[in-house]
């Protein structure tokens, strides 16, 4: 197949990602401007010309969902061969096969939560607190190790970033120090020091670092203004210093920031290499163009200088904006309008986003029928916006080393696997 097929269907933006193959790129994205369309397009281009093998390449999401979309799109698009991983899932492929040649040792459990670990900190300091707050104080530990924070310094780096602690600081240094000498001694690694540790590995032991810039060369970062401190020293070190990167996303829909990402590396990419090129996606397919004008109307007012323009494609018949007196008339309102709507619609439904207070007072004006999205701990919030659908009632129709920035001393082994 000819690689000029690639890009047929693409938008003259999405053409222009696809065809930048080499070289430092980045991409800012608008929601629903089509942008795994345009970052898989660029790979499987680069792939099929003959630019870059696809076993070279090494392609970075959040979320396991969105790396497998990433490799069944790159199939079908005749690119079977790229590797498409989250960051946590590569670095433990890699450290699986590496750890048992560079450092041996036994073989630590992956614990995919710190809660139980917490538990048994807070026992051996003669503490019960109930399960929030154990969520809270985990929360601070992964802060403080993603922003590669030990014990020692949580206090003043707390303070530094203004951190609101569930706990006194005090109390967070002694668990957090409590729950690392745990995880040591039980031979535990959890994210973050998977993370850490391949990093390390690399930096310490050449040929390791050698083996794996050999293997990948062609680096591509989707959400990339989700990416923490810790993400960015490995991301980094797979780099070696090369700039065969392109990173995709958008600096205001930033969602980890409490986790310590930051859209700075996002912002900040042209500083870093100033010879990148920089394309924007702007046509927005999802949105209707009301709602598209809206976020602009809003974003217009944001103090961020990044923020993108988009451009609705989709056409629609104009929406309408109605208000109300109070909560009851407002309820009693959107229930009619509801069921108006939901008359007219072939599947005899709607879909409604209210907050569940409102939600409550539409079902009894009106005795709507509903069932509900997105509930469940979120829901139980106070700001949280409920999903429902509201069935019209009539009719049917995701060994030791030494960290390459805090040089902390981990006594750590990983599992051993026939490939990375």
């Known amino acids: 197949m000819d690689p000029d097929d690639v890009l047929t269907g693409l938008d003259p933006e999405q053409r222009e990602v696809a065809l930048a193959v080499r070289g430092p790129v980045c991409v800012l994205a608008g929601a629903g401007t089509g942008k795994t369309r345009a970052i898989t397009h660029r790979i499987a281009y680069a792939v099929r010309s003959g630019a870059v093998e696809a076993s070279s390449v090494l392609a970075v999401t959040f979320t396991t969902r969105a790396a497998g979309e990433l490799r069944q799109r790159l199939r079908a698009l005749g690119a079977p061969g790229v590797q498409a991983r989250t960051f946590h899932a590569a670095a433990l492929r890699q450290?699986?096969?590496?750890w048992p040649k560079v450092i041996g040792g036994d073989t630590p459990r992956v614990i995919e939560s710190k809660l139980p670990l917490l538990v048994d900190a807070c026992r051996l300091m003669r503490r019960s607190p109930?399960?929030?707050?154990?969520?809270?104080?985990?929360a601070e530990i992964e802060w403080a190790k993603v922003t590669q924070t030990g014990p020692e310094d949580y206090a003043e780096a707390a303070a530094k970033a203004g951190r609101a602690t569930p706990v006194p600081v005090e109390e967070i240094v002694r668990l957090y120090d409590a729950y690392e000498r745990l995880r040591r001694e039980r031979h535990l690694v959890d994210f973050e020091t998977i993370l850490e540790l391949m990093a390390?590995?690399?930096?310490e032991h050449p040929e390791v670092a050698g083996q794996i810039r050999r293997q990948y060369r062609y680096f591509v970062v989707d959400e990339y203004q989700d990416v923490n401190p810790l993400q960015k020293l490995l991301l980094d070190t797979w780099l070696g210093g090369r700039d065969d990167l392109c990173v995709v996303g958008d600096p205001n829909q930033t969602i980890y920031?409490?986790?310590?990402?930051?859209?700075?590396?996002?912002t900040n990419f042209t500083v870093e290499h100033p010879d990148a090129t920089v394309i924007r996606l702007v046509r927005?397919?999802?949105?209707?163009?009301?709602?598209?004008?809206?976020?602009?109307?809003?974003?217009?007012?944001?103090?961020?200088?990044?923020?993108?323009?988009?451009?609705?494609?989709?056409?629609?018949?104009?929406g309408r904006l109605g208000a109300a007196q109070d909560g009851g008339h407002g309820a009693s309102g959107l229930s009619r309008s509801v069921s108006r709507s939901a008359s007219r619609s072939v599947s005899g439904s709607a879909a409604v986003a209210m907050?569940?207070?409102?939600?409550?007072?539409?079902?009894?004006?009106?005795?709507?029928?509903?069932?509900s999205a997105g509930e469940g701990r979120l829901g139980t919030l106070r700001t949280t916006r409920t999903v429902c659908t509201a069935p019209h009632t009539q009719g049917s129709p995701g060994g030791q080393v030494q960290s390459p920035i805090a040089r902390r001393k981990r006594s750590l082994t990983m599992r051993s696997s026939p490939e990375w």
């Open 95 to 98: 450290l699986s096969y590496f």
């Open 130 to 138: 109930d399960r929030a707050e154990l969520r809270d104080i985990a």
């Open 200 to 203: 390390a590995v690399m930096t």
């Open 257 to 266: 920031s409490f986790t310590g990402a930051t859209p700075h590396y996002l």
């Open 284 to 318: 927005d397919y999802r949105s209707t163009p009301q709602v598209v004008t809206l976020a602009n109307r809003v974003m217009s007012g944001s103090r961020s200088a990044r923020w993108l323009r988009l451009r609705a494609q989709r056409a629609t018949r104009a």
């Open 355 to 371: 907050r569940s207070t409102t939600r409550r007072r539409a079902e009894a004006a009106r005795g709507l029928a509903s069932t």
